[in-house]
Nanobody, 115 residues
Framework: QVQLVESGGGSVQPGGSLRLSCAASGMVFSIYAMNWYRQAPGKQRELVAAISSGGSTNYADSVKGRFTISRDNAKRTVNLQMNNLKPEDTAVYYC?????????WGQGTQVTVSS
């Protein structure tokens, strides 16, 4: 049974930093693309950052230069380092694992950026 468990969310002031982590189990982690999505109230879920099984990364334009995605295949974790956070980054952040038609989601972790 595949499980993705996010941690590291919380509240921070604008300009602050947070580091999200996602721990995976029940899957061959290294062969999956790993992604972070977010969903703000009243908005559609959007892709924030992605890292392929080979380590290639992609970012939404809104977070380029501020967020960094990384993976540790030995620990079966994917991380999202978020710097210079803005109020518009406020959302529930979800970890996602994708391989072909296989698609798995974590339960989400809340990130709130407010003064």
């Amino acid at each position: 049974q595949v499980q993705l468990v996010e941690s590291g969310g919380g509240s921070v002031q604008p300009g602050g930093s947070l580091r999200l982590s996602c721990a995976a189990s029940g899957m061959v982690f290294s062969i999956y693309a790993m992604n972070w999505y977010r969903q703000a109230p009243g908005k559609q879920r959007e892709l924030v950052a992605a890292i392929s099984s080979g380590g290639s990364t992609n970012y939404a334009d809104s977070v380029k230069g501020r967020f960094t995605i990384s993976r540790d295949n030995a620990k079966r974790t994917v991380n999202l380092q978020m710097n210079n956070l803005k109020p518009e980054d406020t959302a529930v952040y979800y970890c996602n694992a994708g391989l072909g038609q296989r698609n798995f989601w974590g339960q989400g972790t809340q990130v709130t950026v407010s003064s």
